[in-house]
């Protein structure tokens, strides 16, 4: 058995991405923003991680987020407490590298102030750190993209799914649905729910994730029409298989390679919608610090730079990286990659190209006839 064959297609598709050098490095810059995002609170944040008061320990962070899930209460010495003043009379105590908020406001001398040691990426003209509201925003902007992408992609692939199985009148009815989906104006529906309702993220999250599965529920209704015609599932469906077995066990595995590269395009178009609401001021919550938000304040105040320089830096980067993982991500799920592997590994060219009719008067010498087919006997 040849090596391409015997390597799981797990494998083969992530030793092509790694070959892929613009898809792993935007890979792993998708993963350092999750992580940046996951550990936001413990990089910035106005909290102490270890603060030593009056004989009593505390660790005002992970209180923080216990009272936030509501399984606790604040001590009565930190109770409302401003800790900058506190930890001036505390014993001892350790901050996170930005000690401050991004919802924190402090007027004074440090408004719409430049980048220093104190602020590193600046401040904007409430004296709130930028480099806070960016570590913020990101988990804001990466929980929209994937929430957004996963109910885009739970439509699309239940309603793209039974169109290209069934056919007939429920690919019709489904079609259709998709052709007026696709006439809605998706920033008309998003003025107008933002007018209708209280401002929250995630509202912005279930118009954008109701809006944007029909992409990917055409990629799936073409590639079950394609999946189904097999002989594997015609025979799952001979030996008695269900049609939700079949669908699940047998079309829909086969079925998702197109899906994964839209849904890595669609986190980008999220967050990039995300970002554009924001900087409209449409159904983001007053005080609430986004990418979006911050380009906003640079739009009123043009002389400080570092409010638009460092959010745009920002979108330009999760973007491009997410547009680029998912181009990697399409070149390593295409099958001329494995014939390209065969040719590297077994140093022979593998020639997928039509044979030439031959030419008349030609005969065949029986070792060249079964050489073309092994298995004839």
């Given at each position: 058995m040849s090596t391409a064959r015997s390597e799981r297609y797990s494998a083969r598709v992530w030793r092509e991405f790694r070959a892929i050098p613009r898809a792993f490095v935007s890979l792993c810059i998708v993963a350092t923003l999750a992580v940046l995002a996951l550990l936001a609170d413990f990089i910035a944040s106005d909290k102490p991680y270890y603060l030593e008061l009056d004989g009593e320990t505390y660790s005002p962070v992970l209180i923080d987020y216990g009272v936030a899930l509501g399984i606790r209460s604040w001590p009565e010495p930190l109770r409302n407490a401003d800790f900058a003043r506190l930890s001036e009379r505390a014993e001892r105590s350790y901050w996170p590298p930005i000690p401050h908020s991004p919802e924190r406001v402090r007027l004074g001398s440090n408004v719409s102030s430049?980048?220093?040691?104190?602020?590193?990426?600046?401040?904007?003209?409430?004296?709130?750190?930028?480099?806070?509201?960016?570590?913020?925003?990101?988990?804001?902007?990466?929980?929209?993209g994937i929430v957004v992408v996963l109910i885009q992609a739970f439509i699309g692939i239940v309603l793209g799914g039974l169109a290209g199985y069934y056919g007939g009148w429920v690919d019709i009815s489904i079609s259709r649905a998709i052709e007026i989906m696709l006439g809605i104006p998706s920033l008309f529906l998003l003025i107008t729910v933002a007018a209708l309702f209280p401002p929250s993220i995630y509202n912005i999250m279930i118009v954008l994730g109701l809006l944007g599965w029909t992409g990917i529920a055409?990629?799936?209704?073409?590639?079950?029409?394609?999946?189904?015609?097999?002989?594997f599932v015609e025979a799952a469906r001979s030996l008695g298989g269900s049609d939700l077995r079949v669908m699940l066990r047998h079309v829909l595995p086969n079925s998702l390679a197109?899906?994964?590269?839209?849904?890595?395009?669609?986190?980008?178009?999220?967050?990039?919608?995300?970002?554009?609401?924001?900087?409209?001021?449409?159904?983001?919550?007053?005080?609430?610090?986004?990418?979006?938000?911050?380009?906003?304040?640079?739009?009123?105040?043009?002389?400080?730079?570092?409010?638009?320089?460092?959010?745009?830096?920002?979108?330009?980067?999760?973007?491009?990286?997410?547009?680029?993982?998912?181009?990697?991500?399409?070149?390593?799920?295409?099958?001329?990659?494995?014939?390209?592997?065969?040719?590297?590994?077994?140093?022979?060219?593998?020639?997928?190209?039509?044979?030439?009719?031959?030419?008349?008067?030609?005969?065949?010498?029986?070792?060249s006839s079964a050489a073309r087919a092994p298995g004839v006997g």
């Amino acid at each position: 058995m040849s090596t391409a064959r015997s390597e799981r297609y797990s494998a083969r598709v992530w030793r092509e991405f790694r070959a892929i050098p613009r898809a792993f490095v935007s890979l792993c810059i998708v993963a350092t923003l999750a992580v940046l995002a996951l550990l936001a609170d413990f990089i910035a944040s106005d909290k102490p991680y270890y603060l030593e008061l009056d004989g009593e320990t505390y660790s005002p962070v992970l209180i923080d987020y216990g009272v936030a899930l509501g399984i606790r209460s604040w001590p009565e010495p930190l109770r409302n407490a401003d800790f900058a003043r506190l930890s001036e009379r505390a014993e001892r105590s350790y901050w996170p590298p930005i000690p401050h908020s991004p919802e924190r406001v402090r007027l004074g001398s440090n408004v719409s102030s430049p980048p220093s040691s104190a602020h590193w990426l600046g401040t904007d003209p409430l004296g709130r750190d930028v480099a806070a509201g960016l570590l913020h925003g990101t988990r804001v902007s990466l929980t929209i993209g994937i929430v957004v992408v996963l109910i885009q992609a739970f439509i699309g692939i239940v309603l793209g799914g039974l169109a290209g199985y069934y056919g007939g009148w429920v690919d019709i009815s489904i079609s259709r649905a998709i052709e007026i989906m696709l006439g809605i104006p998706s920033l008309f529906l998003l003025i107008t729910v933002a007018a209708l309702f209280p401002p929250s993220i995630y509202n912005i999250m279930i118009v954008l994730g109701l809006l944007g599965w029909t992409g990917i529920a055409r990629y799936v209704r073409s590639e079950f029409l394609r999946v189904r015609a097999m002989d594997f599932v015609e025979a799952a469906r001979s030996l008695g298989g269900s049609d939700l077995r079949v669908m699940l066990r047998h079309v829909l595995p086969n079925s998702l390679a197109p899906v994964l590269v839209s849904m890595s395009f669609g986190v980008a178009s999220a967050i990039l919608a995300e970002s554009g609401l924001s900087f409209l001021g449409i159904g983001i919550p007053p005080g609430q610090v986004t990418w979006g938000s911050i380009l906003a304040i640079a739009r009123d105040n043009p002389f400080s730079w570092w409010l638009a320089v460092f959010p745009g830096a920002a979108i330009f980067l999760t973007v491009t990286a997410y547009n680029l993982m998912g181009d990697g991500l399409r070149d390593a799920l295409d099958p001329r990659a494995q014939t390209a592997y065969v040719q590297a590994t077994s140093g022979r060219r593998v020639d997928v190209s039509p044979a030439a009719p031959p030419s008349p008067g030609h005969r065949a010498s029986p070792q060249s006839s079964a050489a073309r087919a092994p298995g004839v006997g």
